[in-house]
T-cell receptor, first 116, second 109 residues
Framework: DGGITQSPKYLFRKEGQNVTLSCEQN?????MYWYRQDPGQGLRLIYY???????QKGDIAEGYSVSREKKESFPLTVTSAQKNPTAFYLC???????????????FGPGTRLTVL | DAKTTQPTSMDCAEGRAANLPCNHS???????VYWYRQIHSQGPQYIIH???NNETNEMASLIITEDRKSSTLILPHATLRDTAVYYC??????????FGTGTRLTVIP
C-alpha cells in the first residue's frame, strides 16, 4: 500500500527534552511538509522540503529542526527551545513542490505530542 | 497566496446537499482552488480542486464563479460521515499552503 506514515500516534515527553517525530512516505514524492495544529485551529506550516537535502522554514519554525537525508523520510525534532510544544503534528507529501493541476497533498495520520 | 475566507461553522440535514462557500477575492489567474477535509483527529484528506471550470468527482462538486473570486463545494447527499472541518486553500507555492480554520460542517440526523 502506498501512503504516508507517522509514528508514534501518541507521544509523551517531559519538559526540556528533545523529541523526534517520524514521517515516512513510499509515494516517491519529492516534497514533504510538517504542520502543527492546536485545538480548534487550522494547520500552520513548520518546515517543508521540496527535494532531498534541502528544506525551508515555514511560518513557525522556531524551536523545531528537520532533516531530509532520504527522499522517503522527513523527521521533525521538537527541541527544548519550543515554548509550547503540546500539539497535533501532521506530516504531508506532494508529488512536486509546486501546487498545480495534478498536485495535491497527502497527509499522514498525525502524532499527538503532549509535554508534561 | 490568495487568502481565503470561510464561515466558521455550518449545519446540514442528513441526505440533503451541503453547500460550503469560500471567498478568495485576491486569487490570481494561475492559482488553483483546493478543498480538503479533516475528520476529527485525523490528517486532512484531499477532496477536489479547480481553476476556472466547475469540477465533479465521486466525492463532491466544485462550483467556481466566473470572476473566480469565490467557490462553493457541494456534497450532494450529506451523510453523518461527512461531518468534518472543510478547508479551502489557494496555494501558489510550496511555502504558501495556508489552511486557515476552515468550516466545521455538522451533518444532523
Amino acid at each position: 500500500d502506498g501512503g504516508i506514515t507517522q509514528s508514534p500516534k501518541y507521544l509523551f515527553r517531559k519538559e526540556g527534552q528533545n523529541v523526534t517525530l517520524s514521517c515516512e512516505q513510499n509515494l516517491n514524492h519529492d516534497a514533504m511538509y510538517w504542520y502543527r495544529q492546536d485545538p480548534g485551529q487550522g494547520l500552520r506550516l513548520i518546515y517543508y522540503s521540496q527535494i532531498v537535502n534541502d528544506f525551508q522554514k515555514g511560518d513557525i519554525a522556531e524551536g523545531y529542526s528537520v532533516s531530509r537525508e532520504k527522499k522517503e523520510s522527513f523527521p521533525l525534532t521538537v527541541t527544548s527551545a519550543q515554548k509550547n510544544p503540546t500539539a497535533f503534528y501532521l506530516c504531508a507529501s506532494m508529488a512536486s513542490g509546486t501546487p498545480g493541476p495534478y498536485n495535491e497533498q497527502f497527509f499522514g495520520p498525525g502524532t499527538r505530542l503532549t509535554v508534561l | 497566496d490568495a487568502k481565503t475566507t470561510q464561515p466558521t461553522s455550518m449545519d446540514c440535514a442528513e441526505g440533503r446537499a451541503a453547500n460550503l462557500p469560500c471567498n478568495h477575492s485576491t486569487i490570481s489567474g494561475n492559482e488553483y482552488v483546493y478543498w480538503y477535509r479533516q475528520i476529527h483527529s485525523q490528517g486532512p484528506q484531499y477532496i477536489i480542486h479547480g481553476l476556472k471550470n466547475n469540477e465533479t468527482n465521486e466525492m463532491a462538486s466544485l462550483i467556481i464563479t466566473e470572476d473566480r473570486k469565490s467557490s462553493t463545494l457541494i456534497l450532494p447527499h450529506a451523510t453523518l460521515r461527512d461531518t468534518a472541518v472543510y478547508y479551502c486553500i489557494a496555494p501558489t507555492g510550496a511555502n504558501n499552503l495556508f489552511f486557515g480554520t476552515g468550516t466545521r460542517l455538522t451533518v444532523i440526523p
